[in-house]
């Protein structure tokens, strides 16, 4: 498995992107699904990086969360409004695992009121979802191109440079 640590040791750039750009939009992204009928999905999402994962979690009983219980895969997007992208633009793909450990989610809830105020602490998880990666790009405008930056466990960075 791919865990966000293992992911930012092997793609510091593309990680970084990511990192920005979530936190610029006050940790929203698009997260795509596939529906039961085969047809992508766009929900926003607030991931969060906890303890070395990415984890997925959101409002129980979501469509979203019903169609990565039913297909795992995914693809993560930075939100942007720059048609320019001139702060780059970060995506990520893989699969979510549904860590059902109690203890991780307490911590997690905890984290989370420390962090924003909101309380869930005592509420339980329908779904806890861990992202194991599975790729990743990068889109940066650079001068007079575009370095586009693409990333495979084991394969560290590429940059593709488009003029």
């Known amino acids: ?19 920005r750009r979530h936190r610029a939009t006050g940790n929203l992204c698009m997260l795509g699904t596939l529906r ?11 991931p969060r990086i906890f303890e ?4 997925i979690a959101g ?9 990565l219980a039913r297909d795992p ?12 992208v001139g702060d780059g633009d970060a995506k990520v793909f893989g699969t979510v695992v549904d860590l059902p450990d109690k203890q991780v989610h307490a911590r997690f809830a905890q ?8 309380d869930i602490r005592d509420q339980e998880f329908d779904h806890f979802y861990v992202a194991d990666l599975t790729s990743a790009s990068t889109v940066e405008v650079v001068d007079d191109h575009l370095d586009i930056t693409i990333w495979k ?11």
Do not use: Y
Request: charged share 25%.
């Open 36 to 46: 039961s009928d085969g047809f992508p999905r766009i929900s926003p999402v607030e």
């Open 59 to 67: 409002m129980p009983n979501t469509t979203k969360f019903k169609d």
């Open 153 to 163: 466990p084991g394969q560290g960075e590429r940059v593709v440079r488009k003029h």
């Open 52 to 55: 070395g994962m990415l984890v």
């Open 73 to 84: 895969r995914f693809c993560l997007h930075t939100a942007t409004v720059d048609t320019q």
């Open 1 to 19: 498995m791919t865990t966000w640590s293992k992911f930012t040791e092997e793609a510091p750039r593309i990680a970084s992107v990511f990192t």
């Open 111 to 118: 984290q989370l009121f420390d962090e924003s105020g909101f």
